[in-house]
C-alpha cells in the first residue's frame, strides 16, 4: 500500500508560480510511474502529467506544455510539479498518483493508477 499526501497549492496571481509537492510512504518508492492530474468545479478530472520511475520519459497535458515541470526525487520518496506562468483556467484540484509496483512507463490515463492522494488546491486569481 502506498500513501500519497500533497502539498504546495494555494491561492497566486495569473502570472505567478507554484511548486506542489507529493511525499510517498507505506513502501519503498521506485519500480512505479507517478502522474499529475487536476478537476476544476463542474469538470472530468484530466491528466496534467507524467514520470516514469527512471524519469527519463515525461509527458504532458498540451494545455501545460512549456509552463509546468515534472520531477521526482527516490531518495526523498517525493514528486514535483513546478508549475510558471499560471492562467486562471489551472484553477483546479491537483492530485498526485502512483501506479503499481513494476508499472514503470507513464500513462496519461487515471485508471491506470492504483494509488491518489488527497488533493491539494490551486487557485489563480486573473
Not at 8 to 36: D, E, H, I, K, P
Not at 55 to 80: E, F
Amino acid at each position: 500500500q502506498v500513501q500519497l499526501v500533497e502539498s504546495g497549492g494555494g491561492l497566486v496571481q495569473a502570472g505567478g508560480s507554484l511548486r506542489l509537492s507529493c511525499a510517498a510512504s507505506g513502501r519503498t518508492f521506485s519500480n512505479y510511474a507517478m502522474g499529475w492530474f487536476r478537476q476544476a468545479p463542474g469538470k472530468e478530472r484530466e491528466f496534467v502529467a507524467g514520470i516514469s520511475w527512471t524519469t527519463i520519459s515525461t509527458i504532458y497535458a498540451d494545455s501545460v506544455k512549456s509552463r509546468l515541470t515534472i520531477s521526482r526525487d527516490n531518495t526523498k520518496n517525493t514528486v514535483y510539479l513546478q508549475m510558471n506562468s499560471l492562467k486562471p483556467e489551472d484553477t483546479a484540484v491537483y492530485y498526485c498518483a502512483a501506479r503499481l509496483s513494476g508499472r514503470m512507463a507513464v500513462s496519461t490515463f487515471g485508471q491506470d493508477y492504483a494509488f491518489w492522494g488527497q488533493g491539494t488546491q490551486v487557485t489563480v486569481s486573473s
